[in-house]
């Protein structure tokens, strides 16, 4: 799966599109890892590194982000509602992690990445759009 950031997913704020844009970056090295399993290249580790890199990175994100929603006094329930869905999304990735999935690397990578290009993108756009008004 080829993964690529879209103009279309810019909000216009500077320090969080170039995180969005990073967390783009971090899922094509994952997508990467594909072509390499395709040619039955053991990639379990690599996936390890990456994974954690993005959940880290992820966390740093999402926490910048919520600072950035309180400091500018974003609607409360609008904050609490993005802040779980922020939640599920770490526990999601933390699942992923923690599965076992030595067999069938190519599927199980290209199902994560999936989820993962899915949630980004709809979440940018359904949800981030939302504080767009209020950030600038
Ligand atoms: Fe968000």
Known sequence: MV????????LGIDEIDKQHKHL???ASEVGGLTKDIGNSID???????ILKELI??????????EKVMKANN??????????FEHKMFVKKLEKFAEED???NQ?????NMLEFLVNWITHHI????????????
């Open 3 to 10: 993964v690529k950031w879209n103009d279309k997913y810019m």
């Open 125 to 136: 756009l359904e949800t981030d759009i939302k504080y767009c008004g209020v950030i600038k």
């Open 74 to 83: 974003y609607n409360e329930d609008d904050f609490i509602v993005h802040q």
């Open 56 to 65: 880290e990175y992820t966390i740093y994100h999402f926490d910048y982000e």
């Open 24 to 26: 783009f970056e971090i």
């Open 106 to 110: 190519y599927e199980n990578i290209n």
């Open 101 to 103: 999935f030595d067999e």
């Open 43 to 49: 990639c379990y580790d690599e996936y390890m590194v």
